[in-house]
C-alpha cells in the first residue's frame, strides 16, 4: 500500500478469477476522496503480484464504499454496488469495462432514491438473460424500520431504455417478515432466488421492542 493510500486501503473483498488475475475493492483510500475506495486489479508476475487500481471513488456522483464483492461478465466488464453517495446518498450499482488500448471506463447503473432501497452492500448476481439482482440493507417502501426495512431488486437490461429496476420485495417489521438482508441471494436452476435476513420473524420482532424499551 502506498504512503498515501493511492491505491486504496481498508480491503473489503477480492476475487479471482480463471485467467488467475484478481479484483478486488477497498472502501478508502483512492486518487479523489480518502474515504470514498476503490476498484483494483491484481495481475501474477514472476515471484509476486503487480496491482493496478482500476477506479477511484469520489470524482462525482460514482458512488462512496464499494463494500460488495464484484462479478464479470462474458465480455470482461465488472459488476459492483457503493453502500453510499451516488449523489442522493443511498448507494449505487456501477459497471466498469475495459477500454480498447487500456483503461477502464465507469458507469452509474443505477442510483437509490431510498424509496426503492438504501446502502447495496454485497455482491450482485446475473440471471441467464443478463439481468442483475441483489439486497439492499436499508431503505425500501416497507413499514417499521426509521431507515426501511430493506429490498431485493432486479435490474433488466433494456435495448432501447439501458437498465431498469424492479423491486422485488420491501421488507417490513411485521412480526412475519424478514428485514436488513445483509447478505446476497442465490439463484436456482428454476430461477427462484434465496438469501437471509439479519432481523426478522416474530421472535426478532420481540427482542427489538425489548431494545427499543431499553433506550
Known amino acids: 500500500m502506498h504512503p498515501d493510500s493511492y491505491d486504496g486501503r481498508e480491503l473489503r473483498s477480492i476475487t479471482i478469477w480463471r485467467h488467475y488475475f484478481a479484483h478486488g475493492t477497498t472502501t478508502e483510500g483512492g486518487s479523489y476522496n480518502p474515504d470514498a475506495g476503490t476498484v483494483f486489479e491484481l495481475t501474477p508476475e514472476p515471484g509476486g503480484w503487480t496491482e493496478k487500481v482500476v477506479h477511484s471513488f469520489g470524482s462525482g456522483k460514482d458512488g462512496f464504499d464499494p463494500f460488495g464483492g464484484l462479478i464479470t461478465d462474458a465480455a470482461g466488464n465488472l459488476y459492483g454496488t457503493t453502500v453510499t453517495d451516488g449523489g442522493l446518498g443511498y448507494g449505487t450499482v456501477f459497471e466498469l469495462s475495459p477500454r480498447l488500448g487500456g483503461g477502464w471506463t465507469e458507469k452509474v447503473l443505477h442510483r437509490f432514491t431510498g424509496y426503492d432501497g438504501a446502502s447495496p452492500g454485497t455482491a450482485l448476481i446475473f440471471?441467464?438473460?443478463?439481468?442483475?439482482?441483489?439486497?439492499?440493507?436499508?431503505?425500501?417502501?416497507?413499514?417499521?424500520?426509521?431507515?426501511?426495512?430493506?429490498?431485493?431488486?432486479?435490474?433488466?437490461?433494456?435495448?432501447?431504455?439501458?437498465?431498469?429496476?424492479?423491486?422485488?420485495?420491501?421488507?417490513?417489521?411485521?412480526?412475519?417478515?424478514?428485514?436488513?438482508?445483509?447478505?446476497?441471494?442465490?439463484?436456482?436452476?428454476?430461477?427462484?432466488?434465496?438469501?437471509?435476513?439479519?432481523?426478522?420473524?416474530?421472535?426478532?420482532?420481540?427482542?427489538?421492542?425489548?431494545?427499543?424499551?431499553?433506550?
Open 127 to 215: 440471471d441467464a438473460a443478463g439481468d442483475l439482482y441483489g439486497t439492499t440493507f436499508q431503505g425500501g417502501s416497507g413499514a417499521g424500520c426509521y431507515y426501511g426495512c430493506g429490498t431485493v431488486f432486479e435490474l433488466a437490461l433494456k435495448v432501447e431504455r439501458g437498465w431498469t429496476e424492479k423491486i422485488l420485495r420491501a421488507f417490513s417489521l411485521n412480526g412475519k417478515d424478514g428485514i436488513d438482508p445483509e447478505a446476497g441471494l442465490v439463484l436456482d436452476a428454476f430461477g427462484d432466488l434465496y438469501g437471509t435476513t439479519l432481523w426478522g420473524g416474530r421472535r426478532s420482532m420481540q427482542e427489538l421492542r425489548y431494545l427499543w424499551d431499553c433506550i
